[in-house]
């Protein structure tokens, strides 16, 4: 057992129906790399509004076992795209061409925000039979609608590229880039081949180290390989951990 007090959070993004084979070869890519079941599930309810988890039994009794045999679920969003009119030059810029559109969560009211984290909870703990204590946005990303709704919706946390925190109070629980691929174009996938590269050497130290695999990322060998190749890389010296642990042991 280590006792670095180190840990490694290992995630798949984009969970749902809309995604069944790719979730089914990440988790199994993860459980060959971790030889456990631990690992955080990311679900959207109803992806680009063309995926519902609501009609598809199927999928909501896989989604029951993997809690079940010890996957964290976590809340991402609920139909995963970006449907808001942005205003102003740098929201406009953001939600453009960081995203590619899919930060859902960056242009909506608390009002709205709130409905989707409820509904969105609703569902999953309906289907799991257990608390969801975590949300994380679409594309990680938060307006401030997204963060008045979450502040009063008690999820335990919430993430984006380089911080874990606490919503209610805005504690911070976790610090450090999270380790991503990106597999939409050439160059993208160069460069984050490069980083996680980089990252396995310079985040030896860190004390959380997160990883999150994609969908997309199953289109490419070798950036199923350097997935691999990362998590190995950590295993001696992070515990694999949940969310859930920074939770409730702290950072
Ligand atoms: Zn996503």
Known sequence: MLNTGKRLICSIHDVGPMFAGQTERLRELLYDCTGTMRMAL???????????????????????????????????????????????RWAGFKARHFTAGEGEFLGLSREEAVRRLRDGRALLEDITGKRIGGFIAPA??????????LREQEFDFAENHMRVWRPRDGREIARGPVISWAS???????????????ARRMLRHQRIVRIAAHPGDTTKPELLESIGQTIAAFRPTH????????????A
Do not use: M, N
């Not at 009609?55 to 809340?75: H, P, Q, T, V, Y």
């Not at 990680?140 to 709704?149: H, S």
């Not at 939409?184 to 980089?198: D, N």
């Open 42 to 88: 990311l679900v959207v309810p109803d992806h680009w509004h063309r995926a519902p988890l609501s009609r598809d039994s199927a999928f909501a009794s896989k989604l029951r076992a993997w809690s079940d045999e010890g996957c964290e679920i976590i809340l991402h969003g609920w139909c995963h795209k970006d449907e808001s009119r942005h205003t102003g």
């Open 140 to 149: 990680w990303l938060y307006g401030q609608g997204a963060r008045d709704a």
């Open 184 to 198: 939409r174009s050439r160059v993208r996938t160069l460069s984050s081949l490069g980083f996680a590269a980089l």
């Open 239 to 250: 515990r694999l951990s949940g969310y859930s642990d920074l939770v409730e042991h702290g």
